[in-house]
């Protein structure tokens, strides 16, 4: 039996991964969050769940885990924590061997003719002042986890829009953002928890960042 945890269980990309690996019988998942209360109304008054401030659980206590999933959502005035959060997973599965899935952001793939950043875009959208700070902390988490060379580690990026939904046919790549034939750049969360729970069962990625694109309706 493996044993999964998932940061950030309650999440829109957390809880969709939490209900798939639930159904699949050789996981045993733990959600982990910062409330209990909301966690249950998501995910179920029967889930399993591990519930403090991530950085404060020690790492002892996450140290029994097979993997573990960095879904972590926080405001975008906190989008720091992302970076913190990562060196904290990484110092832990130094020791203890765990496999880390981080979900990452779009704003560190390549677009346009010149394959310039993807965050170069989203810094021009409307408002982007008031949460910019979170693609620009993921793109320094990538960058940090790139430099990464004795941990088993993926990361996924989704594409441009990322929105609730069932899994639907999908493409995959590596740094380029990816679009369907309608010229729309999105990704369900349905999409990536079959992705993220695949990668469990029979982990393709290492010590390397992907990036997914629904590509039917």
Avoid: C
Wanted: glycine letters at 8%; hydrophobic letters at 40%.
């Amino acid at each position: 039996m493996t044993k999964v945890g998932i940061i950030g269980a309650s999440g829109m990309a957390g809880s969709a991964i939490y209900k798939l690996a639930t159904a699949q019988p050789g996981l045993d998942v733990t959600g982990i969050v910062r409330h209990e209360g909301k966690a249950k109304k998501v995910l179920g008054d029967d889930a399993q769940l591990l519930s403090g401030d991530i950085f404060a659980i020690i790492d002892s206590v996450l140290a029994r885990f097979d993997v573990i999933i960095d879904a972590y959502g926080t405001n975008p005035a906190n989008a720091e924590r992302h970076i913190k959060l990562a060196e904290k997973l990484i110092s832990l599965a130094r020791k203890d061997k765990i496999r880390l899935i981080f979900i990452l952001g779009a704003g560190s793939l390549q677009t346009g003719n010149d394959r310039h950043l993807f965050i170069k875009d989203i810094e021009k959208m409307p408002d982007s002042e008031t949460w910019i700070n979170t693609p620009r902390q993921q793109l320094k988490e990538l960058q940090y986890l790139e430099a990464i060379t004795d941990v088993d580690w993926v990361g996924i990026s989704p594409a441009a829009n990322f929105e609730p939904g069932p899994v639907s046919d999908y493409k995959l790549g590596k740094d380029e953002l990816l679009f369907n034939e309608q010229g729309e750049s999105k990704v369900t969360t349905g999409t990536v928890a079959e992705i993220v729970v695949s990668e469990i069962l029979a982990p393709q990625y290492h010590q390397e960042r992907f990036t997914v694109v629904n590509t039917g309706n």
